[in-house]
Structures are given as C-alpha cells and as structure tokens.
T-cell receptor, first 117, second 113 residues
Framework: AQKITQTQPGMFVQEKEAVTLDCTYDTSDQSYGLFWYKQPSSGEMIFLIYQGSYDEQNATEGRYSLNFQKARKSANLVISASQLGDSAMYFCAMSPNYGGSQGNLIFGKGTKLSVKP | DAGVTQSPTHLIKTRGQQVTLRCSPKSGHDTVSWYQQALGQGPQFIFQYYEEEERQRGNFPDRFSGHQFPNYSSELNVNALLLGDSALYLC????????????FGPGTRLTVT
C-alpha cells in the first residue's frame, strides 16, 4: 500500500534562510505523482509544487523546489529565503498515477514550519 | 475567477444526526474530490465524483455518501453521525486528466457532540 512519511513534526527556520522539509514515500507503482501543499491556520490547502515520477528534472516553483531522489524514494521540499508568511503546516502527498489522475491523494501527517524574525 | 467554495464554514451536530456539506468547484473544473482531515492529521480521501458518478472511493463506511450535480457542484452526506466524524472536510476540484492541478476549498469544520 502507498504511504507517505514526514518525520519532522515541527521545524524552525530563521527569516531569509532556506529550509528543507523531509518526505519519503512507499509505493510499488512505477507511475505516480508527488505533491506538496501548504495549510495555513485558516485551513485551506494551497498547492505548492508537483513532481511526476518520470520527470527527470527537479520541479521548481518560485521559492519552492522539490528535491526528488527516486532511488531513495524521497521528495523533500526546499523553501529558499523563508518569509514570515511561510509559517504553516506543510503536507507531502502522493497520487498513485502519473499526472495525478484518479485524484486519491495520499497525505503524510505534515510538518509545522515556524519562521522566526 | 472564483476558486473552490464550500458551505457552511462551521457546523455543530449531535451524534446520530445527518449532515450535508456542499462544494462548488473552481470555474472550468468537472471533477470533485472530498477529504476528511482529523485534528493533527493529514487529509484522508473519501471519494471522487466525475460526470455525476462516484469514480473512486477511499476506506470510508457507507454512512458517507455523495452526489454531483450537472453544474459539477457536489454534496457530501454523512448519516448517523459519530463523535469521530468531527473533522475538517475539504473539497478539491480539478479538470479530468489534469488531476495534478487540484485546488482545495477552505473546508467545513464539523463538530459532533
């Protein structure tokens, strides 16, 4: 069965510094998608970045990049130049099909990121 | 361009009652997925609707049912509420074939007493 593991319940980072949030996944599928979402205290899940299992280059979206290491089954999120507004819960998720079809995202338990001024 | 909307924002129900939650997808989207997020946990997939039919279902009992209307909006119904049903219910919409672009609504906070 597919599973997402986020081993860091909470992380602190100084404003303007970079931070890495860890995510490992378990699947026997060859085709899958990996996602990161941000959830502020308001509750809404905000899509940050996506990586397909066959994508050879690491995905980047502005200050977000996904460090995809397929052999290690890891998909760490790197946030550069942290801002106070980055303080939130961050969830790693997987979809069992490439391109995210089917829609049944499997989420980890999340990491709470706190940015210090 | 309106995003995903959900109603109501908050809801308090008594054990044994029934509840209906509503979701309007982002403009142009035709697929709606529902998730349950218990406190301190990641969201769990309940089911997905496409073309007014349930396309896939997670590990939830039959007390959880849904519907999708011709305008793509959707309802989540929960019967015989249990205390453990207290959670944030999230709706996500996407365009079929582009499910990696899922947009979530703000959620409905359900409290069962």
């Amino acid at each position: 069965a597919q599973k997402i593991t986020q081993t860091q319940p909470g992380m602190f980072v100084q404003e303007k510094e970079a931070v890495t949030l860890d995510c490992t996944y378990d699947t026997s599928d060859q085709s899958y998608g990996l996602f990161w979402y941000k959830q502020p205290s308001s509750g809404e899940m905000i899509f940050l970045i996506y990586q397909g299992s066959y994508d050879e280059q690491n995905a980047t979206e502005g200050r977000y990049s996904l460090n995809f290491q397929k052999a290690r089954k890891s998909a760490n999120l790197v946030i550069s130049a942290s801002q106070l507004g980055d303080s939130a819960m961050y969830f790693c998720a997987m979809s069992p099909n490439y391109g995210g079809s089917q829609g049944n995202l499997i989420f980890g338990k999340g990491t709470k990121l706190s940015v210090k001024p | 361009d309106a995003g995903v909307t959900q109603s109501p924002t908050h809801l308090i129900k008594t054990r044994g009652q029934q509840v209906t939650l509503r979701c309007s997808p982002k403009s142009g989207h035709d697929t709606v997925s529902w998730y349950q997020q218990a406190l301190g946990q990641g969201p769990q997939f309940i089911f997905q609707y496409y073309e007014e039919e349930e396309r896939q279902r997670g590990n939830f009992p039959d007390r959880f049912s849904g519907h999708q209307f011709p305008n793509y909006s959707s309802e989540l119904n929960v019967n015989a509420l249990l205390l453990g049903d207290s959670a944030l219910y999230l709706c996500a919409s996407s365009l079929a074939g582009l499910d990696h672009e899922q947009y979530f609504g703000p959620g409905t906070r359900l409290t069962v007493t």
